[in-house]
């Protein structure tokens, strides 16, 4: 290569690159270790770590949730098939996992309330951004609303997209915990939206309005675009129920532990009308030449490579073992036990929040906000920061410090594995932590 390009050494053909930005050759590493030596040195590291469980009880939330995870689930899902299972690009020799995401789309699709579920994406912030550029190629308008009521880290991760695609994105700012939207004389940003993106249940854990986000949606001819907490789809209608075009989520809660944050789940669903834009991947069903039942690919990213001038989207793969993983734990709760998982969730939550309400000093974040699923969100006589550094030295995650933006509060969530006796210690310890 070098002789081609007449040139004499390495150094040569880097001669472009900036000399500061050239890594130096001379690396500040330390000398090798035999394979015991750092097997031990990682082991100390990881030590240092402290994992939620009988050391440090969760209370916090913001997108990833202290849940059970079923041993049935794990057996089942940590079979070699499925921990070892890629890309399916061979249909004949890939019937088993084609059918397991097939069978999750299906899963996805009912607690969305809307026709169709793809074979899952990167996580809940990216499943945000590519509903968003489905919905301004589907409508042609650039710009984006926003509320405030969703994740603040998903709203940064659409900003970020969308300096690359253009997108004008606008924030709707809350009133009293909802999305305050504006009025249809007053403009907002350039021009009618192509996507309203909203939370429901929100950041907050208030629950949105949806009747109210589709007339908006109707009015200004934008696509209805729905973060929905997959959990509340046990007790709250889906909201595909409400009209949503596009809803997206966060799978984690059914089946994968919080792992230091990552990797998750995306969940996209969409009507029927949005398919031909879907990203990602789709697992059909078919029959064979001999009329048996079999799974395809029906639509995924290489069709959309061939069409590029016309695609919305350019990712490329799914998280097939932990797409396998939510739809195990989905097919094991059912309809009666996901409602039981939801029922337990709200009762905890309620019991956590009447806890913590009572003590001198801590109040609602957002006064007559409604009712809360599992996250609520509170107001302390100390920073939440700090409430947080001080629960932690005496065994609890306390919650999530939500920063300037809302009021410096704190956002607790408790799920179904915090028991009255977990619940009382973490209220008794937060009035310490508060004085």
């Not at 890594?23 to 040195?41: C, H, I, K, Y």
């Not at 469980?53 to 070699?80: I, K, N, T, W």
């Not at 069903?285 to 016309?310: F, K, M, P, S």
């Not at 000093?361 to 939440?384: K, N, W």
Request: a negative charge; proline letters at 5%; charged letters at 20%.
């Amino acid at each position: 290569m070098l002789g081609l390009l007449g040139l004499s050494t390495l150094d040569d053909l880097f001669e472009v690159v900036p000399e500061a930005l050239r890594l130096s050759r001379t690396l500040a590493l330390p000398g090798g270790m035999s394979e015991p030596d750092v097997a031990a040195e990682m082991g100390r590291l990881a030590g240092a770590n402290t994992a939620c469980g009988p050391d440090l009880v969760c209370f916090a939330g913001g997108g990833a949730y202290d849940h059970e995870m079923p041993a049935a689930v794990q057996a089942v899902a940590f079979r070699s098939e499925f921990v070892t299972a890629y890309t399916p690009y061979q249909a004949e020799v890939a019937q088993g996992i084609l059918q397991v995401l097939f069978e999750y789309q299906t899963l996805v699709a009912r607690i969305t309330g809307v026709a169709v579920a793809n074979a899952s994406l990167y996580d809940g912030a990216t499943a945000c951004v590519e509903a968003a550029n489905l919905a301004v190629a589907a409508t042609g308008r650039p710009t984006v609303w926003v509320s405030r009521g969703v994740n603040p880290r998903w709203r940064a991760t659409m900003c970020t997209f969308a300096e690359g695609t253009g997108h004008a994105t606008v924030e709707l700012d809350l009133d009293r915990g909802h999305t305050a939207y504006p009025p249809p004389e007053e403009e907002v940003g350039e021009g009618d939206p192509g996507a309203i993106v909203v939370q429901h249940p929100n950041y907050l854990g208030c629950l949105e309005d949806l009747d109210r986000a589709r007339a908006v949606a109707d009015r200004t001819g934008a696509l209805l675009v729905v973060a929905f907490d997959p959990v509340a789809a046990g007790l709250l209608r889906p909201p595909g129920s409400y009209g949503a075009d596009v809803v997206v989520g966060e799978g984690q809660p059914f089946g994968t532990p919080l792992s230091f944050g990552g990797p998750y789940l995306g969940l996209f669903a969409c009507t029927q009308d949005h398919v031909r834009r879907l990203p990602g991947r789709l697992v059909g069903e078919t029959v064979d030449v001999e009329g048996r039942r079999a799974y395809v690919t029906t639509l995924r990213t290489r069709e959309q490579d061939i069409r590029r001038e016309r695609a919305s989207s350019n990712v490329c793969t799914n998280q097939t073992l932990i797409a396998v993983v939510c739809a195990l734990q989905l097919a094991w709760l059912g309809t009666a036990g996901l409602r039981e998982l939801a029922l337990r969730c709200a009762r905890a939550t309620r019991y956590t929040r009447e806890a913590l309400l009572a003590i001198d000093g801590v109040e609602a974040l957002v006064d007559g906000a409604g009712p809360t699923l599992r996250e609520f969100a509170v107001s302390l006589p100390v920073s939440a920061d700090t409430a947080i550094e001080r629960l932690a030295e005496v065994g609890f995650l306390a919650g999530v410090a939500l920063g300037e933006e809302y009021g410096d509060g704190l956002l607790v969530a408790a799920t179904e594995r915090r028991t009255r006796a977990e619940i009382d210690a973490y209220a008794g310890a937060m009035a310490k932590a508060v004085r």
